[in-house]
Nanobody, 128 residues
Framework: QMSLVESGGGSVQAGGSLRLSCSASVDIYSKRYMAWFRQAPGKEREGVAAIYTGGGYTNVADSVLARFTISKDNAKNTVYLQMNSLIPEDTAMYYC?????????????????????WGLGTQVTVSS
């Protein structure tokens, strides 16, 4: 069964760190583009970071480039988002996403329309 399950969210104070995990079924994970998105109440979904599980490609949004890192563990079919120096503006639901097929190469890896599979999300709340 194709699935994406996020974990690692929580409540932290500004300046703290969190590491989000996205565990994927092998048919979504293997040699595909995957990404993290976030959505705050009343705002549009925003692409945060993307990665290609079959190689070394990564892409992190300019807005979080200095603080967030995306990585993967192919042995565990898991993608991570390390978030450091968190600020209240990072408060959002964070979603993991995967493209529809291995052959799908996103023209914009941080655009939500490129992704067909989505997890249910994990909440991140940063207090000042």
């Amino acid at each position: 069964q194709m699935s994406l399950v996020e974990s690692g969210g929580g409540s932290v104070q500004a300046g703290g760190s969190l590491r989000l995990s996205c565990s994927a079924s092998v048919d979504i994970y293997s040699k595909r583009y995957m990404a993290w998105f976030r959505q705050a109440p009343g705002k549009e979904r925003e692409g945060v970071a993307a990665i290609y599980t079959g190689g070394g490609y990564t892409n992190v949004a300019d807005s979080v480039l200095a603080r967030f890192t995306i990585s993967k563990d192919n042995a565990k079919n898991t993608v991570y988002l390390q978030m450091n120096s968190l600020i209240p503006e990072d408060t959002a639901m964070y979603y993991c996403a995967g493209v529809r097929a291995q052959s799908w190469v996103p023209s914009n890896p941080l655009l939500s329309d490129e992704y067909a599979y989505w997890g249910l999300g994990t909440q991140v709340t940063v207090s000042s």
